[in-house]
């Protein structure tokens, strides 16, 4: 079912490209067109047949009714201002970005349609050879509209995300990132300082459990720092909480108090048990 | 091929359970015993046809060749004065404990001709019902001897191991709890604290990153409350130096540093890179 004319997908990565592929693969775009800073990602979107076009050039976004951009938020910053003087104030405009707070304020003051949305899906790997339309299925798209946002266009970003096979909630901008800093940023943070602790010589020592606990800390180094810098007001309060927790489990074991110690660890195992 | 006449299993868990499915499956031994502190796991144990006979007494122990402690390091300490009043001196003793340093200190004074060892096989899963031959196949299984051990016991030991579809290493008793907080305990840690943080109403927004992050916090919380405490100096040594990881962390994210932010971010990555 063809709901856009002409779909401009901003940086055609891991996310960007599975956009591109799904609009494509579902032919919901009369064509998508790519847009990147790299001419050979352009290329291999091209080859994959996940984009018509490609360009490193903004200006190939005139005349587009929907634009998504897929970069890490401070490129979505960057370039908003420059992309609304070459789209139509009419074109759907929306993300797929992390976090929420700072680039809906901001760019529903540049756009007049745009909707707020971050998939939760991919995976540590990056880059549009690692893209495929069947990373959303079955996936969660949260879409965080504000008393701004423009109706219309909440319905077919929503159409769009329901098509490439995700379930869609609705959250404003600050609970989306007061959640994913827990469920998302967190995790990639104690990943990344986990691994990070362990002298490259133990690693061989490594089984299963320590391969899937840091699995996180495989994403991309410079767009993490990206995240965790956009989401800084809940990503400090959970590191605090967190340490709290640990400061917790460390004493127990100082005080050579099981009892503590197995309930604090059995608590944490019930939340577990919830995720399946 | 038969290593052994009489091989006793002490606690028919996930891993108990598993060397005895693996000692009848490859006739490693003449009969195989299962000792628990459970009628219900023993008879689930026979019905799965992992051991021939099971009780809830240690005195079914008699007249074994080989007694493999597979229980907690806490229960492997109570139990073994027991143990060796009723075995001969000349069985060969082993454990599967997850830290040796006091186990083996202990247990080498209590038993002649005990071997450590710690297979790093196993999962979250508990109990004789997970069991399964096949979870030490390509696992690697670290024998922990001393200048004490017996060859012959050494040699015995390996070759079960080796016919149970493991890789075989050898570390000191001091080296192995050094190596193991850093790539097993530690994270454990990090995951019974990261998902301890989270309250549960949040949990529905939760990824796959999050669900294998936060894997090992399903594992048994009793067990690792004693594991824990049983390398206490090393564990202790190793949360402290992943605070300062966090806390350089914490401290870049609070000063907008997204250069160090990524450096830091970076270096993990790489590590993590080579756990494939």
Do not use: Y
């Not at 970003?157 to 609705?170: E, H, N, Q, T, Y």
């Amino acid at each position: 079912m063809k709901l856009f004319n002409k779909a401009v997908i901003v940086g055609t990565g891991l996310i960007g490209g599975s956009i591109a592929l799904g609009l494509k693969k579902k032919a919901l775009a009369g064509e998508v067109i790519g847009i990147s800073r790299s001419q050979k990602t352009l290329s291999l979107a091209k080859k994959r047949k996940a984009i018509d076009k490609g360009s490193l050039d903004l200006h190939i976004a005139k005349g587009a009714d929907l634009l998504i951009f897929a970069t890490p938020p401070s490129t979505v910053l960057k370039l908003a201002p420059a992309i609304a003087k070459i789209i139509s104030r009419d074109c759907i405009v929306s993300d797929a970005s992390s976090t929420k707070e700072e680039i809906v304020r901001k760019l529903e003051k540049i756009f007049k349609r745009f909707v707020g949305a971050h998939p939760l899906a991919g995976s540590e790997k990056q880059g549009i050879k690692h893209a495929c339309a069947g990373i959303f299925k079955g996936s969660l798209c949260i879409l965080t509209p504000t008393p701004n946002t423009d109706q219309g266009a909440i319905k077919k970003i929503k159409s769009l995300w329901l098509s490439l096979g995700s379930r869609v909630a609705f959250l404003s901008p600050a609970k989306h990132d007061r959640a994913l800093s827990l469920v998302s940023h967190l995790p990639h943070v104690t990943a990344f300082a986990t691994i990070g602790t362990i002298p490259v010589d133990n690693l061989k020592f490594a089984a299963s459990g320590l391969r899937d606990s840091t699995r996180l800390a495989s994403s991309d180094s410079r767009l993490w720092a990206d995240i965790l810098l956009s989401n800084k007001k809940n990503i400090l309060k959970d590191i605090s909480s967190f340490g709290n927790n640990l400061a917790r489990i460390k004493s127990a074991i100082k005080r050579n108090d099981v009892k503590s110690l197995a309930r604090i660890l059995q608590a944490a195992k019930h939340k577990r048990e919830i995720l399946g």
